[in-house]
């Protein structure tokens, strides 16, 4: 049940601003999120958000699937929509994991890569600085890093290191959401890239880390300043 209190300051707050009726129920379900006014887990019922919104349920469902792209709203086949749970301690495990991981791969690769594999990283920096879309971005983020590690002959390390950047797809999606991290990743992809390039293993290793690093203690540090 949503506590339409919850809701009212918001909806009431963004109602002028938006031309469509889709655009004003997500921007004001997306900022309720965020903010921690509707927490994890919570159900999201159509019929009950159409009613406090004062629309139909058409812009409501199209706001939700909106909201699923940005890793905020999840469909379950039996619940229907919920909040998404997003968890500061299961994104520090991640991150952890892919600080271990991706340099160990990426230093066995470095010697391996060719003047392709670097031409095809960069189109792929530029292809997320065009993206709109935090699903296709996460998409692009993780064929990045995995051109960079392709040649670590490593099979094994090569899967536990794609398992954890497809675990890590839904937080930075709710980053991109939170905290419009796009710009400030970007510039590391590029350091890294450049790293690489250069054949400096220690310092492209070094780039990795700090760029997972990064991403969690800003997500972490959100997290922990929310509502709730």
């Known amino acids: 049940m949503i506590d339409p209190l919850d809701l009212t300051a918001l909806i009431e707050r963004n109602r002028p601003r938006f031309r469509t009726a889709t655009e004003f129920v997500e921007a004001a379900m997306r900022e309720a999120i965020l903010s ?21 349920r058409m812009p409501v469902r199209e706001a939700l699937r909106q ?6 709203v999840e469909f379950n086949p039996h619940r229907g929509a919920v909040v998404a749970e997003i968890s500061a301690g299961d994104s520090a495990d991640i991150g952890a994991i892919r600080a271990a991981l991706e340099p160990a791969a990426l230093r066995l690769s470095l010697p391996r890569l060719s003047a392709a594999d670097f031409a095809l990283a960069e189109e792929l920096i530029a292809e997320m600085d065009a993206e709109p879309d935090p699903g296709r971005m996460g998409e692009l983020n993780r064929r990045f890093h995995m051109t960079l590690y392709a040649r670590a002959g490593r099979p094994r390390l090569l899967a536990l290191v794609e398992q954890h950047l497809a675990a890590a797809d839904r937080y930075l999606r709710f980053q991109f959401a939170a905290l419009g991290y796009h710009p400030r990743s970007q510039d590391e992809h590029h350091a890294l890239l450049a790293a690489c390039r250069a054949g400096d293993a220690d310092a492209a290793c070094g780039a990795v880390v700090d760029h997972v690093m990064a991403a969690e203690e800003q997500l972490t540090a959100f997290l922990g300043g929310r509502r709730g």
Not at 37 to 50: D, I
């Open 67 to 72: 909201l699923e792209a940005r890793a905020l």
């Open 36 to 56: 921690g006014a509707l927490p994890g887990g919570a159900p999201l019922r159509q019929e009950e958000l159409a009613t406090a919104f004062g629309v139909s």
